[in-house]
C-alpha cells in the first residue's frame, strides 16, 4: 500500500497510467470525494521528505547525511498514507544548485502544481529563515499564488490550508507568537502585490487559504521534543475529534479520484504549456520589488494623512475636500517618480499606476463616498426646508396648501439637483476625474427626493380634502343637526337636495384647486367620489347621533302640539276643548319622527317606506332594529298617555269651575237687579263699563285674551264673592 511513484520526472513528463494503476492497488479508486491530498513545499536538504515519512509512516528517499548536503528528491514523488486515504506528495526542494540557473522556473511550476492539487500544503520553513526571501521561499510563494489565482482559483471547489511547519524553533530565541504575525504580516504583503484577475480583485487570502502553523524544534539538538511536536502534528491529521484537525470540510477535493489522474495530467500541462511562467529578468525582479518597496512606504504615508482628512468629513462636508486630497496625491506620485527613474520604464509605469490606483481608489474613493453622504445630506436638508417653509407659511389651513404644487416641486428638485452636481464636482481632485463619479449617489438623491415630492403629494391632497371636508362640515352639517334635531315631514327631500347644492360646491372647488397638482382624471374622479363618500358618512354619522335621544324628541314634538298653543303658550284646558282629537294628531306627529330618522332615504325611492305598514320587509334599511322601534314606540305611548290623562282632569275641573261661576251669576243678576240697572241708568258707571269692554274687546282682537283669562276669572270671582256677601247681608236687614 505504502509504494511509491514518481509521478513526475526529471524531464517534466507526467506518467498517467502509472498513477491510475497506484490508486487502484492503494485501493482508493472507490473512494468518491473521500479522499485529501497533502504536499510539502521548502529548500532542498532541509527535511522535507523526513517529516512527510514520521507524519504519515511512509518511505520517501531520506537524505545520507554521511554523504554530505545533495539532492534526494528529483520530480515530485507520491504514496499513501497507511492509516488514513491521504495521497502525499514529495516534491523536489528548491534552491537546488543541481538545477542551476533555471531552478527558479523548475521549482515555480512544481509548487504551483503541488498548491493546485493539494489541500494542505505544508511549507517546510527553518524559523531562521523567516523573513528572507529566498530562503523561505517569499519570492516562490509570491509568484506561486499569483499564478494559482490567475489558472486555476476560477475553478476550485474550496479553500487550501497552508501549513506552515516551522523547523529548528526555539521559544527562547524566536517567540512563536511573533514568528506567527510575521508569516501573516508576510502573506497579507505578498497578496497586496500579487496581480489579480478582474473577478479577484477586492479579494483577500482568506477567502481562498486558511493558515495553519507548526512549531518544531531540532531534530538532533532537541531530539524528544522534536518528535512529541511531530506527534502532536501527526494527531492533527489522523484524529478528527483533535481541535486542530487539518482536513476541515472547508477543503473538499476538486473532483472524486477516479478523475484524479486526468485532471492532475491537465494542471500539469497547463502548468508546463503557459508562457506566464518564464522567469523574467533580474533587472525587472529587482525594479518590481524596489518600486514595490517605495510605493508601499508612500502609501503608509499617505494613508496616516487620509485618516486625518477622514476623521475631517466623518464630522461633516469638507469644503477644500479636493484640495486636500492633491496634497497628499501629488507629492506621493512625484516622490515615486524621483526614487525609480533609473529602474526598468515599463515596471515603473505599472507600478505608479498601482501607486496611483491604490490612493485615490482604494483608500481615497471610500473618504470621498462620505463626503458625497455630507453633501446629499445639506441638500436633502436644504429640500426639506423649502418643503417645510412652504408648508408652514401661514396660520389657516387653507395657507399651507401648495396649489401650485407640479411646478414648485419640479423646481425645488432641479435646484437641488444642480447644488448637489457643483459639490460633488468641486470635492473631485483632478487625478480623480477619471476614476471618481457620483452617479450612484446622485441616483439614490434622485429616488429619495422623488419619494419625499410623492409622500408631499398625498399630504397635500389629503390637506385638500380635509379643507372641503370642513366646508362641508360648516355648512352640510350645520344644516343637518338643524334639519334633524325637529324632523319635518320634507326632512328626505331637503336633505338630498342640499346634499346636491354641498357636492356640487365642493366638487368644482376641488377641481378648481387640483390643477397644478398634475393629477389624472380618473384621480380627480376618485377624490370627488370620496367626497360623495364623506357626505354620505355625514348624514348616516348625524341621523345615528340623532337616533340616540329619539325618545326626547318624540315627547319635545308631542309636547309641543298637545301642550302648548299655537303661539306656544302653556295649554289651559276648557270644559268645551277637543282634547281626543289633539292628542290623537299630536301623537301621530311625534311617532311619525321614527319613520323619518330610522331609514336613510338619500335614494328618492326610499320615500314612500312607512316602517309600520304591513308591506315593508326590508329590515336591512333599518338603523336600528324593529325591536328597538316596538321600545321606543312603547315607551312613548306611555308618556303620552300620562299626558292626555292629565288633561282630561284638568278639563273636568275647568267644567266644574265654570258651573259654579254660571249660578252666582243667575243669583246676582235675580237679587242685584237694582244695583244693576243703577250701572246701566248711572252715566258715569256707564261710561266706565264701556271702557272695560271695549279693552276686553281690544285685547280679544290681538290675541291677548288668554294670557288675562287666568286674572279675569280670579277678578270675578272675588265679585262675585263680594256681590254675594252684599245679597246675603241686605237680605238680613230685610
Not at 79 to 104: F, M, N, Q, W, Y
Not at 191 to 213: A, C, M, T
Not at 416 to 445: G, H, Q, R, V, Y
Not at 622 to 638: A, C, D, H, T, W
Amino acid at each position: 500500500m505504502n509504494q511509491l511513484l514518481q509521478l513526475i520526472n526529471d524531464d517534466a513528463v507526467f506518467d498517467i497510467e502509472k498513477f491510475s494503476k497506484h490508486l487502484k492497488s492503494w485501493k482508493l479508486d472507490g473512494k468518491g470525494l473521500d479522499y485529501r491530498v497533502v504536499g510539502i513545499l521548502g529548500v532542498q536538504s532541509s527535511g522535507k521528505s523526513t517529516l512527510l515519512n514520521l507524519l504519515f509512516d511512509s518511505t520517501f528517499q531520506e537524505m545520507d547525511n554521511s554523504q554530505g548536503l545533495s539532492q534526494t528528491t528529483v520530480g515530485i514523488w507520491t504514496a499513501r498514507a497507511p492509516t488514513t486515504e491521504t495521497i502525499i506528495l514529495d516534491v523536489e526542494g528548491s534552491d537546488s544548485k543541481e538545477r542551476g540557473a533555471k531552478h527558479e522556473n523548475w521549482e515555480r511550476k512544481m509548487a504551483l502544481f503541488c498548491l493546485a492539487l493539494s489541500q494542505v500544503l505544508i511549507i517546510n520553513v527553518s524559523a531562521g529563515d523567516l523573513g528572507r526571501y529566498t530562503g523561505s521561499g517569499y519570492g516562490l510563494l509570491q509568484a506561486v499564488l499569483e499564478l494559482n489565482l490567475q489558472l486555476f482559483q476560477g475553478n476550485k471547489q474550496g479553500k487550501t490550508l497552508l501549513l506552515f511547519a516551522i523547523r529548528d524553533h526555539s521559544e527562547k530565541i524566536l517567540p512563536l507568537n511573533k514568528l506567527f504575525g510575521t508569516i501573516q504580516k508576510d502573506i497579507k504583503k505578498i497578496w497586496s502585490e500579487i496581480k489579480k484577475p478582474e473577478q479577484f480583485l477586492n479579494s483577500q487570502p482568506e477567502e481562498f487559504f486558511e493558515i495553519g502553523y507548526a512549531a518544531l524544534p531540532h531534530k538532533w539538538y532537541q531530539t524528544e521534543e522534536f518528535v512529541s511536536a511531530v506527534g502532536n502534528l501527526r494527531d492533527r491529521f489522523e484524529n478528527k475529534s483533535n481541535q486542530h484537525y487539518v482536513f476541515s470540510p472547508n477543503f473538499p477535493p476538486d473532483v472524486p479520484i477516479s478523475g484524479l489522474p486526468l485532471y492532475a495530467k491537465n494542471i500539469w500541462n497547463t502548468i508546463i504549456n503557459n508562457k506566464d511562467l518564464d522567469i523574467p529578468s533580474q533587472k525587472e525582479i529587482v525594479a518590481s520589488f524596489r518600486c514595490s518597496e517605495i510605493a508601499n512606504e508612500l502609501i503608509e504615508k499617505a494613508q496616516q494623512n487620509l485618516e486625518q482628512i477622514e476623521s475631517k468629513v466623518k464630522e461633516g462636508y469638507v469644503k477644500d475636500f479636493s484640495e486636500l486630497l492633491c496634497k497628499i496625491v501629488d507629492p506621493a506620485l512625484a516622490l515615486f517618480d524621483d526614487q525609480t527613474n533609473h529602474y526598468v520604464p515599463s515596471v515603473v509605469l505599472k507600478k505608479r499606476l498601482e501607486l496611483s490606483n491604490k490612493i485615490i481608489i482604494d483608500l481615497s474613493k471610500p473618504i470621498f463616498r462620505i463626503q458625497l453622504t455630507n453633501i446629499n445630506n445639506i441638500v436633502s436638508e436644504d429640500f426639506k426646508k423649502e418643503i417645510n417653509d412652504r408648508v408652514t407659511k401661514g396660520t389657516k389651513i387653507q395657507d399651507n396648501l401648495i396649489l401650485d404644487f407640479t411646478s414648485f416641486t419640479d423646481h425645488l428638485l432641479e435646484k437641488t439637483l444642480k447644488e448637489f452636481k457643483k459639490l460633488a464636482s468641486e470635492s473631485i481632485p483632478s487625478a480623480a476625474k477619471d476614476n471618481w463619479d457620483f452617479e450612484i449617489e446622485l441616483n439614490s438623491l434622485i429616488d429619495a427626493c422623488k419619494k419625499k415630492i410623492i409622500k408631499l403629494k398625498k399630504e397635500q391632497l389629503t390637506l385638500l380634502e380635509k379643507i372641503l371636508q370642513e366646508t362641508i362640515n360648516t355648512n352640510f352639517k350645520t344644516f343637518l343637526n338643524i334639519a334633524c334635531s325637529d324632523p319635518k315631514p320634507d326632512l328626505w327631500p331637503t336633505i338630498r337636495e342640499s346634499k346636491e347644492k354641498t357636492l356640487t360646491k365642493s366638487c368644482d372647488e376641488l377641481s378648481d384647486k387640483i390643477k397644478g397638482f398634475d393629477v389624472t382624471s380618473e384621480d380627480e374622479q376618485q377624490m370627488k367620489n370620496q367626497l360623495n363618500e364623506y357626505v354620505n358618512k355625514l348624514v348616516d354619522d348625524v341621523i345615528e347621533a340623532n337616533l340616540k335621544d329619539i325618545d326626547t324628541k318624540l315627547v319635545k314634538r308631542f309636547d309641543k302640539l298637545f301642550k302648548f298653543t299655537k303661539e306656544g303658550v302653556p295649554m289651559k284646558w276648557g270644559a268645551s276643548d277637543k282634547i281626543d282629537k289633539k292628542y290623537q294628531r299630536a301623537k301621530e306627529d311625534a311617532l311619525s319622527i321614527i319613520n323619518l330618522l330610522v331609514v336613510i332615504r338619500l335614494d328618492k325611492k326610499l320615500d314612500d317606506i312607512k316602517i309600520n305598514s304591513s308591506d315593508f320587509s326590508d329590515f336591512s334599511l333599518l338603523k336600528i332594529s324593529y325591536e328597538q322601534i316596538q321600545q321606543i314606540q312603547q315607551r312613548f305611548s306611555g308618556i303620552a298617555e300620562a299626558s292626555y290623562k292629565e288633561a282630561l282632569i284638568e278639563q273636568e275641573r275647568a267644567r266644574a269651575s265654570y258651573n259654579i261661576y254660571y249660578i252666582f251669576a243667575i243669583i246676582v243678576i235675580i237679587l242685584g237687579y237694582n244695583e244693576l240697572m243703577y250701572l246701566f241708568y248711572s252715566p258715569y258707571m256707564f261710561f266706565i263699563l264701556g271702557v272695560i269692554l271695549i279693552g276686553l274687546y281690544a285685547l280679544y282682537a290681538l290675541g291677548l285674551l288668554p294670557f288675562l283669562k287666568p286674572i279675569i276669572a280670579s277678578f270675578a270671582g272675588l265679585i262675585f264673592k263680594q256681590a254675594g256677601s252684599a245679597i246675603v247681608g241686605k237680605t238680613k236687614t230685610d
